[in-house]
């Protein structure tokens, strides 16, 4: 998943991987966070294969990759492929940042991968707006973008952004060992509570502690 969201369960170590700072600047580049997240998605594939659905040289999408293998989110399938064709596959489902703090540690990584992800956000939006048309009349219906305008502290945001994670967890999770129903799809679901810059947020507030859990 590449999407910034609490999450109310402890990370479960056979699907999650929990950010340190080594894997906050290793994943501090939206090629990195999309490569991950089609990995994860799709299943094991080559960099060239990646490079071609990306737009991007397989050399640069090659580096990329190794780059992720350093700090464990990929590793070579070596049930595929041969001596000339390298295949790569994710080595967990779900990022978990649990330590906050890495933000005042690593801000430059920090905001970097922040930036990653609501970048890899707004491209699986805009992928299935485009494909809006092509969709089946069900599917048409099920589409919904909304947004609120809410006044809250700090302390409100967090139980609001737990308590709609905790909504989620109620559903199958696209990784889950159960078998889906008939015309079960992959569905994102991506949850933002921010501070609007245009509501004018008090200086002293831009200070306020995050002790939440996100997971991408």
Same mark, same amino acid.
């Not at 190794?66 to 590793?75: H, K, P, S």
């Not at 933000?103 to 905001?111: G, L, S, T, V």
């Given at each position: 998943?590449?999407?910034?969201?609490?999450?109310?369960?402890?990370?479960?170590?056979?699907?999650?991987?929990?950010?340190? *700072?080594?894997?906050?600047?290793?994943?501090?580049?939206?090629?990195?966070?999309?490569?991950?997240?089609?990995?994860?998605?799709?299943?094991?594939?080559?960099?060239?294969?990646? *490079?071609?659905?990306?737009?991007? &040289?397989? $050399?640069?999408?090659?580096?990329?990759?190794?780059?992720?293998?350093?700090? $464990? %989110?990929? &590793?070579?399938?070596? #049930?595929?492929?041969? *001596?000339?064709?390298?295949?790569?596959?994710?080595?967990?489902?779900?990022?978990?940042?649990?330590?906050?703090?890495?933000?005042?540690?690593?801000?430059?990584?920090?905001? $970097? %991968?922040?930036?990653?992800?609501?970048? *890899?956000?707004?491209?699986? &939006?805009?992928?299935?707006?485009?494909? %809006?048309?092509?969709?089946?009349?069900?599917?048409?219906?099920? %589409?919904?973008?909304?947004?609120?305008?809410?006044?809250?502290?700090?302390?409100?945001?967090?139980?609001?952004?737990?308590?709609?994670?905790?909504?989620?967890?109620?559903?199958?999770?696209?990784?889950?060992?159960? #078998?889906?129903?008939?015309?079960?799809?992959?569905?994102?679901?991506?949850?933002?509570?921010?501070?609007?810059?245009?509501?004018?947020?008090?200086?002293?507030?831009?200070?306020?502690?995050?002790?939440?859990? $996100?997971?991408?």
């Amino acid at each position: 998943m590449t999407e910034e969201k609490r999450w109310p369960h402890s990370p479960d170590p056979q699907t999650d991987v929990v950010l340190d *700072a080594r894997g906050l600047r290793a994943m501090a580049h939206p090629v990195r966070v999309q490569l991950v997240g089609l990995l994860r998605r799709l299943g094991p594939s080559t960099a060239t294969r990646l *490079a071609e659905r990306m737009g991007l &040289t397989s $050399g640069a999408t090659s580096y990329h990759l190794r780059q992720l293998a350093a700090a $464990g %989110f990929v &590793t070579e399938d070596t #049930e595929r492929g041969n *001596a000339r064709e390298r295949w790569w596959k994710a080595v967990h489902q779900n990022t978990v940042w649990s330590d906050r703090d890495l933000a005042e540690q690593e801000p430059e990584a920090a905001i $970097g %991968f922040l930036r990653s992800v609501v970048a *890899a956000n707004a491209l699986t &939006t805009q992928r299935a707006l485009n494909e %809006f048309d092509a969709m089946s009349r069900s599917w048409r219906h099920a %589409f919904d973008f909304s947004d609120w305008a809410l006044r809250l502290t700090p302390e409100e945001s967090r139980e609001l952004a737990e308590e709609l994670a905790a909504v989620v967890a109620r559903y199958r999770r696209d990784d889950a060992r159960e #078998e889906a129903p008939e015309g079960a799809e992959r569905v994102a679901v991506v949850l933002q509570v921010l501070p609007d810059p245009a509501g004018g947020l008090p200086a002293d507030e831009a200070d306020a502690g995050d002790e939440g859990e $996100g997971r991408v």
